[in-house]
């Protein structure tokens, strides 16, 4: 009753309207966008005759943090296309005071309020393209592709399983143009694509997949426009749908980018001053082709790193999962959705320095289809003189509305020594509740004294829900599976998880919107153990709770109750040095630990926190401590780990972001500390223009050890086998104190993607902690850098 009473409040669009308006929650979703052969300058005002006959789309609702209800702001979207290019117009209503908005940085426009249309241009309702705008106009794009990462929302409690839409990926830049402005009402926005920017059917007329949605930052909502449901197992399956789309012209599809790089690097020079090296330029360069709508072939030489900007620190909580960091050069995020697998099989940046590579992806019927030819420098080579060779393919094929198979091959061969690795798998929709997701790979692996083959493999079955979700996950990955053209955090381990979750909702206009108390209960075992029945080695139960209130803030907590089992691979190379009187022993620790250790019981705290963006202010808090295992000495310790972050934006132009990582372990038998590292990092820009921009990051590394010792046992020191001369020894194992800094300077001008200039200094500083010199920072090195690109687009 109050859904149909708003509708008849809002006014569906102006007097002199001619387009034909579709209504959301009337569920008036297959729109026919009229078809005008028109041109338009892009300037943020729909003032030009044609955006009268748009069709429009009215009539949001609310999405997030709860679904079902009509939105509290107007949003009205209108769209038509011309012969080269699809167009979306949009008017948001808010109140006075309340949008947030600035002069942002591509990508960066999600602190602000903004509006996403996602583009299922093959109308599979698995994945879409994603174009995003802020008030301004300021873009922010990529790709979602169902089943490859967790869903949004939900709160920010540790481990709370996620409902809803999964996760945009930002990673790619489409061209497009795009410009907005506020307005009495609230804001407008003008929004032109170009079919060359786009990959779609080769057929007409055809149908494309569309959801639109709104992020209101002051109310923390999101509105969609199809009133979709956050218990489906799909977002994009309930899309709606632009019919009768006909001569649409792409025109001849080639941009080529050239693309100059230098870098000039500087070391200390012995006896005082410094050594500086290269400056030369390099010569690079992006092609694409498009060969038909809907497939794409790409070639690089030399591609590099978008910015100059060092990835940020990270610390190792459990030092047998390896850190992941994210691809970055353009040439490899473009169509980066299509090479999407479970379990990170393809992980492009695992070519560390290609000196050439080909590309080619797109969709035929309804197969998407994704290869990647790589050759890298044979600085990064095992021999020293070959040019590893990598070979990437990703083939998947629709299964009736929402499901999908795959499979794939890898391969990399670096002289005599190779690495393949082939894979089948499976997403698939059972119901409107149910999805089911498997794998199966095998890796073949020679190091040039033979192959050794070992298998992974993964089953997933998620129950989406408004009031309950579950999760079941098994996965077992063999201690010889290798992945060297992807990404495998830890091998030789199998896993199960079970996880419950119940939600509840408050009432319209309530404080409390939702809440939502998760029970996981995760086991891991060494995989020979759980392949043979023994007992798992790491036993965790999980209660998680987290709270959604109004206008953006999420709270959540967590009691983490733990067992932890000896790892004796992780300790393979430890010993203990056990004085007797003048006798001195050496005793393996797995020999010395496996005969007086049980298990490690922990028991954790969580909190964390989310807030909006209050006076230009918004931050971010995680934070656990309690018992939990000190890896350094294998003994229980007492544990903190701390994630914080500020965002300040004092004005349009100008973003401050802040983030203070700190993880410190203390022994329980004495209190003293065994480790500590803090990591603040401190981000500052200035948009100059909408194209141009400044940057300065600086960031501050302190890491603490003490001398270790079989704390809770012996007490004895503990020495590392040196795998050179294979003898235990000391060093490794003795106290240090480390502090780094690292600065990084940029100017920014990209006025569109693949046509940028950056302009960049680095420079790392360190403390020598050496006793006979005054503790202080000093440079070891720094690193001039020069990018210039420019992309020539054929008509």
């Keep these: 009753m109050l859904g149909l009473l708003l509708l008849a409040l809002v006014p569906h669009s102006p007097p002199d309207s001619t387009g034909q308006v579709y209504s959301g929650l009337r569920r008036q979703l297959a729109v026919d966008p009229p ?44 769209v038509w296309y011309s012969p080269r290019a699809i167009h979306f117009g949009i008017r948001a209503h808010a109140a006075p005071g309340t949008i947030r908005a600035t002069l942002a940085d591509r990508d960066k426009i999600f602190s602000d309020d903004y509006i996403l249309f996602f583009l ?21 794009d990529g790709s979602l592709v169902e089943g490859s990462s967790g869903g949004g929302g939900g709160g920010s409690g540790f481990g709370g399983q996620r409902v809803g839409r999964g996760q945009m990926d930002p990673s790619q830049d489409f061209v497009f143009e795009s410009k907005g402005r506020l307005t009495e009402y609230g804001y407008e926005v003008e929004i032109q694509i170009p079919f060359k920017s786009l990959r779609y059917q080769s057929v007409s007329p055809q149908t494309w997949g569309l959801s639109v949605t709104r992020r209101v930052q002051n109310l923390g909502h999101e509105d969609s426009w199809v009133p979709a449901r956050r218990a489906a197992p799909s977002f994009l399956g309930q899309a709606g749908t632009l019919v009768g789309l006909q001569g649409l012209q792409r025109g001849l599809v080639l941009d080529l980018t050239p693309v100059v790089t230098s870098k000039t690097s500087g070391l200390p020079r012995a006896g005082g001053g410094w050594n500086y090296s290269g400056g030369d330029p390099e010569f690079g360069g992006n092609v694409r082709w498009g060969i038909t709508p809907n497939l794409n072939l790409n070639g690089t030489v030399r591609p590099d790193f978008a910015e100059v900007e060092s990835d940020a620190g990270q610390v190792v909580f459990d030092p047998r999962q390896a850190l992941f960091f994210s691809e970055k050069r353009p ?60 070979n990437l393919l990703r083939v998947q094929h629709d299964l009736g509305e929402q499901s999908r198979l795959g499979m794939v091959y890898t391969d ?103 809440g939502s108390m998760e029970v996981a209960l995760d086991g891991t075992w060494a995989y020979d153990n759980f392949v043979n029945g023994r007992a798992s080695q790491d ?21 983490l109750i733990e067992s932890f089992g000896y790892d004796p691979k992780l ?31 922990n028991l954790d705290y969580v909190l964390s926190l989310n807030s909006p963006r209050v006076h230009g202010v918004s931050f971010n808090g995680f934070y656990i401590w309690g018992r939990d295992e000190n890896f350094f000495e294998w003994a229980s310790s007492d544990i903190v780990f701390g994630s914080f972050g500020l965002r300040w934006r004092p004005t349009n132009q100008i973003r401050v972001d802040g983030t203070y ?30 194209d141009i921009f400044f940057r300065a990051v600086g960031e501050y590394r302190s890491t603490r050890q003490d001398d270790l010792r079989d704390d809770s046992r012996s007490g004895d020191p503990i020495l590392f086998l040196n795998p050179s001369t294979g003898v235990y020894e000391r060093g490794g194992a003795l106290g240090f104190h480390n502090e780094t800094f690292r600065g990084d300077l940029l100017l920014s001008v990209l006025p569109s993607p693949g046509t940028v200039l950056f302009a960049g200094y680095g420079s790392t500083l360190e403390d020598p902690n050496r006793p006979e010199e005054p503790q202080r920072l000093r440079r070891v090195s720094d690193a001039f850098f020069l990018k210039l690109s420019y992309l020539f687009r054929s008509n």
């Design 35 to 78: 078809r005008l052969e028109e041109t338009i300058t892009i300037d943020g005002v729909l003032n030009e005759p044609v955006w009268q006959a748009a069709a429009r789309l009215t009539d949001f609702s609310r999405y997030s943090p709860d679904d079902g209800r009509p939105a509290e702001n107007t949003t009205e979207i209108l």
């Design 120 to 140: 299922n241009t093959f109308n599979d309702g698995r994945q879409a393209l994603v174009f995003g705008v802020n008030p301004y106009g300021i873009q922010g």
């Design 331 to 390: 040439f490899f995020l473009d169509g980066l959705e299509d090479f999407a697998t479970p379990n990170r099989l393809i992980h492009t940046r695992r070519i560390l320095e290609p000196v050439t590579a080909a590309k080619l992806n797109g969709k035929t019927g309804r197969t998407t289809i994704g290869y990647i030819g790589a050759v890298d420098d044979a600085v990064v080579s095992a021999t020293g003189t070959d040019n590893p060779v990598f």
């Design 412 to 514: 990399r061969i670096d002289g005599d020594q190779s690495n393949r690795v082939a894979g089948v798998d499976g997403r698939f929709v059972l119901g409107n509740r149910y999805t089911l997701q498997l794998q199966g790979a095998n890796s073949w692996t020679d190091r040039g004294t033979g192959s050794v083959s070992a298998p992974l493999w993964q089953a997933t079955l998620t129950r989406s829900g408004r009031t309950w979700a579950a999760r079941a996950n098994l996965r077992g990955i063999h201690q010889d599976f290798r992945a060297l053209s992807g990404f495998i955090g830890r091998a030789g381990i199998a896993n199960a998880r079970i996880s419950n979750q119940v939600s509840v909702f408050g009432r319209p206009g309530s404080v409390f919107e939702r």
């Design 539 to 559: 036993r965790k139960l999980h209660f998680n709770q987290n709270v959604t209130l109004r206008g953006g803030w999420s709270l959540g907590a967590s009691v």
């Design 571 to 601: 300790y393979a190379r430890h010993a203990v040095e056990r004085r007797t009187g003048t006798t001195v022993d050496t005793i393996p620790y797995n020999d010395f630990v496996l005969q007086q250790t049980g298990r490690l019981p």
């Design 661 to 690: 990582l700190i993880q410190s372990f203390k022994r329980r038998t004495d209190g003293s500390t065994t480790s500590i590292s803090k990591i603040p990092r401190l981000r500052i820009e200035y948009q100059v223009t909408r």
